[in-house]
């Protein structure tokens, strides 16, 4: 049984407007049907479910996504959040009754994931907070006087690539071993490499 029967036989006050099973289709039919949300799935033949998904935040804004897939890796998942999609429900996870309480809850307004898409974005949360918290310590300049400490570079010479005194360079240093509670150079490329800023040679 196709998704669209499932759906028009368990829960027929969901119109289902049409079905594509290309990109390309998909973007002919919008314009010629109006619809609020598209179900899509990530793996699809020629235009992949993460370029429609794009595409359509780009061509119709309005247009709610909620990804039904089996894909459901966390780069992906990543992707598709970034991207902007409304929900996303797992097809291991998810039944057809299931995926009616998630087309309802995205036509409302509401964000909707499964259990395990949840899961899976509180990790990417955390990952992402972990990583904020370590870059957020320094301005912009100061961490590009990190990497260029990390090349080798002298304080006249890191002052040179970045157009600004020697003078301005030491200051900056001094702020960032003022932060970090170290003293020296060598502290604070350990400290970069430790904490993934610069990548060991």
Aim: aromatic share 6%.
């Amino acid at each position: 049984m196709t998704l669209r029967i499932a759906i028009e036989t368990r829960h027929p006050d969901l119109d289902v407007v049409g079905d594509a099973k290309y990109g390309a289709d998909l973007f002919a039919m919008l314009r010629t049907v109006e619809a609020d949300i598209v179900l899509l799935d990530i793996v699809m033949p020629g235009m992949s479910g993460t370029e429609v998904a794009r595409r359509l935040k780009n061509e119709h804004p309005e247009m709610k996504i909620l990804a039904v897939s089996s894909e459901d890796s966390m780069d992906k998942v990543q992707e598709m959040v970034d991207i902007g999609i409304e929900g996303f429900i797992s097809k291991s996870q998810g039944n057809i009754d299931d995926i009616a309480v998630a087309v309802r809850t995205v036509v409302e307004g509401y964000s909707y994931f499964g259990r395990d898409i949840a899961d899976i974005i509180h990790r990417i949360y955390l990952a992402k907070k972990k990583t904020l918290k370590v870059t957020s310590e320094f301005t912009e300049q100061e961490t590009r006087i990190i990497h260029l400490c990390h090349e080798g570079l002298s304080a006249k010479e890191v002052a040179n690539r970045l157009n600004i005194s020697a003078r301005t360079v030491e200051w900056h240093k001094k702020k960032i071993f003022e932060k970090l509670n170290i003293n020296t150079t060598a502290e604070m490329l350990n400290y970069a490499v430790e904490n993934g800023i610069i990548r060991p040679n």
